[in-house]
């Protein structure tokens, strides 16, 4: 495993995030694919054996009961201050005015909630999920604040949104001696690639390090364009990876992967990590090789032609995450 600051603050990393938005209690609702608590046993035992520290969540991932999984893993798996511990607030968590949104009632009331699912005093970052239009920012970034100095978050990041509304909330950090966000989790992948639009080179000037959720495409670069999944079928975010115009990419993926005799996950992930950009890309494991073909694509330097050929079908598209 290799390990890395999250951006420029003093916070080290794995440079493999585990995504924990794979598993929960579907019965709660939020995804009919995820992992029962007991079939995600074997995952967060391949991740402590694998290195990877950094492990993120989120109080909306099946309804609170990610948070559960995830908390009681530590204490089966590791221990609370070897892993790099996320989670997120924003999305709705019950009809009351608290229950969601980035409001000061919403962040006291929702950082409480998941401490106490995770079973910990503290996140060591906690990220807002979207950007909250119907809340100033002076508001969220005071309550963000406000949470680290009661010591239940050691940092802050925040998740998809344009650039200028994460340049105008650190902004509004900076001119008030407030805690500013150390990192951005922002889809990005070989399919998704508007992020270096604007983004990237933001994060770059402020310091931010870039930790990119869906980095495979929802596993749309990972297998042959004709090969479906059954949850390509039950996973409407996924179905977003599903138009035609993207086919010469996956394409390009299994052509340089055939050529270097490795899955084609090792190399869209090896792309997306050699962005100097990205700190750490989220991978979400459902399956045994998942986690071992990030930790693999670690090792792959790709040349200069391999990434002309991932590269050169782009087609630009519009955000769909916010």
Same mark, same amino acid.
């Given at each position: 495993?290799?390990?890395?600051?999250?951006?420029?603050?003093?916070?080290?990393?794995?440079?493999?995030?585990?995504?924990?938005?794979?598993?929960?209690?579907?019965?709660?609702?939020?995804?009919?694919?995820?992992?029962?608590?007991?079939?995600?046993?074997?995952?967060?035992?391949?991740?402590?054996?694998?290195?990877?520290?950094?492990?993120?969540?989120?109080?909306?991932?099946?309804?609170?009961?990610?948070?559960?999984?995830?908390?009681?893993?530590?204490?089966?798996?590791?221990?609370?201050?070897?892993?790099?511990?996320?989670?997120?607030?924003?999305?709705?968590?019950?009809?009351?005015?608290?229950?969601?949104?980035?409001?000061?009632?919403?962040?006291?009331?929702?950082?409480?909630?998941?401490?106490?699912?995770?079973?910990?005093?503290?996140?060591?970052?906690?990220?807002?999920?979207?950007?909250?239009?119907?809340?100033?920012?002076?508001?969220?970034?005071?309550?963000?604040?406000?949470?680290?100095?009661?010591?239940?978050?050691?940092?802050?990041?925040?998740?998809?949104?344009?650039?200028?509304?994460?340049?105008?909330?650190?902004?509004?950090?900076?001119?008030?001696?407030?805690?500013?966000?150390?990192?951005?989790?922002?889809?990005?992948?070989?399919?998704?690639?508007?992020?270096?639009?604007?983004?990237?080179?933001?994060?770059?000037?402020?310091?931010?390090?870039?930790?990119?959720?869906?980095?495979?495409?929802?596993?749309?670069?990972?297998?042959?364009?004709?090969?479906?999944?059954?949850?390509?079928?039950?996973?409407?975010?996924?179905?977003?990876?599903?138009?035609? #115009?993207?086919? &010469? /990419? %996956?394409? +390009?993926?299994?052509?340089?992967?055939? =050529?270097?005799?490795?899955?084609?996950?090792? *190399?869209?992930?090896?792309?997306?990590?050699?962005?100097?950009? #990205?700190?750490? &890309? /989220? %991978?979400? +494991?459902?399956?045994?090789?998942?986690? =071992?073909?990030?930790?693999?694509?670690?090792? *792959?330097?790709?040349?200069?032609?391999?990434?002309?050929?991932?590269?050169?079908?782009?087609?630009?598209?519009?955000?769909?995450?916010?």
């Amino acid at each position: 495993m290799q390990y890395t600051r999250l951006g420029t603050s003093g916070l080290t990393v794995s440079r493999i995030a585990l995504g924990c938005m794979s598993f929960g209690d579907t019965s709660r609702g939020f995804s009919q694919w995820a992992l029962s608590e007991e079939d995600s046993q074997p995952y967060f035992a391949q991740a402590v054996e694998s290195g990877i520290t950094f492990w993120d969540t989120a109080n909306v991932y099946t309804f609170g009961s990610s948070e559960e999984i995830v908390g009681r893993a530590i204490d089966t798996f590791s221990r609370r201050e070897d892993v790099v511990l996320a989670t997120k607030v924003f999305f709705r968590m019950h009809d009351g005015p608290g229950g969601h949104g980035l409001s000061r009632k919403a962040i006291m009331e929702n950082i409480d909630a998941s401490l106490k699912r995770l079973g910990t005093d503290y996140v060591d970052l906690y990220q807002i999920h979207r950007f909250d239009p119907d809340t100033p920012v002076e508001e969220t970034m005071e309550a963000l604040h406000d949470v680290v100095k009661a010591g239940k978050a050691r940092y802050i990041g925040a998740s998809a949104m344009h650039a200028w509304q994460f340049s105008k909330m650190q902004y509004v950090a900076t001119l008030n001696g407030w805690t500013r966000f150390v990192s951005m989790q922002d889809e990005y992948n070989l399919i998704m690639r508007e992020e270096e639009r604007e983004m990237f080179g933001l994060l770059a000037d402020q310091g931010v390090g870039s930790i990119p959720f869906s980095p495979l495409a929802k596993g749309r670069v990972c297998r042959p364009w004709g090969e479906r999944t059954a949850r390509m079928d039950v996973d409407p975010v996924g179905r977003r990876y599903d138009q035609d #115009v993207d086919r &010469p /990419i %996956v394409e +390009a993926v299994q052509r340089v992967a055939e =050529a270097r005799g490795i899955p084609m996950a090792q *190399v869209a992930l090896a792309w997306v990590l050699g962005n100097p950009a #990205v700190s750490a &890309p /989220i %991978v979400g +494991a459902t399956k045994p090789h998942h986690l =071992a073909d990030a930790v693999a694509a670690l090792d *792959v330097q790709l040349t200069d032609d391999e990434i002309k050929q991932l590269e050169e079908h782009y087609q630009p598209h519009i955000p769909r995450s916010y």
